[in-house]
Structure formats: C-alpha cells, structure tokens
C-alpha cells in the first residue's frame, strides 16, 4: 500500500506539469484581453500557488503522524482533482469559446 501511495504523490508532479504546459499552451492561442484569457491566467495563477502553498506546508511538518500524512495526502488528492478539472477546462471547454 505504501508504493501506491507513493506513486499516487509522485503523479501529483505530472499532473501539476501537464496543467502548466497545457494552460499555457492554451493561453498563447487565446485573443489577449478577453475574459477566456483573463480567466486562464487566474486558473493558472490560484492553482500554482495553491500548489506552491500545500508543498511549503508539507516540508515544515515536523512529524510524520499517519494522521498528518492522511490529511496531507487527502489535500493533495483534492488539489490534484481540482488541477485535473483545469485541464479539462483548457483541453475542452476554453478551446472553443471564442
């Protein structure tokens, strides 16, 4: 259970790269000054820090609890979701607004 465990957290840095590379692929195809272009740099902006935020707790706890580490692997799943959700976004819905 522990090596799937640990896979599932090691895809968190796929996931989080393939939302990067697919946004801002995105981004560069949309007109600039629209509210699609605008919402794509918030979407990109709320979940890198978001990210950023979630690993800059993870590395100060202190303590490797198997409470702490469930609730730390339940936010990053939740992360994880919602970064999978953007990708949808970019991949299906923001490639055909205009």
């Known amino acids: 259970m522990d090596v799937l465990l640990s896979l599932w957290r090691l895809s968190w840095f796929g996931i989080l790269g393939g939302f990067l590379f697919v946004g801002i692929a995105e981004f560069k195809h949309v007109p600039k000054g629209g509210v699609v272009g605008h919402f794509i ?24 609890e198997p409470l702490i580490v ?25 490639s055909r607004l205009p």
Do not use: C, E, H, N
């Not at 935020?53 to 202190?62: E, G």
């Not at 692997?73 to 994880?80: D, E, K, R, S, V």
């Not at 953007?86 to 819905?93: L, M, S, W």
């Open 41 to 64: 740099v918030a979407l990109l902006t709320i979940v890198t820090l978001s990210w950023i935020a979630f690993f800059t707790a993870q590395s100060q706890v202190r303590t490797r």
């Open 70 to 94: 469930k609730l730390l692997t339940l936010t990053g799943t939740f992360l994880a979701v919602f970064t999978l959700l953007g990708i949808y976004f970019f991949v299906i819905i923001a």
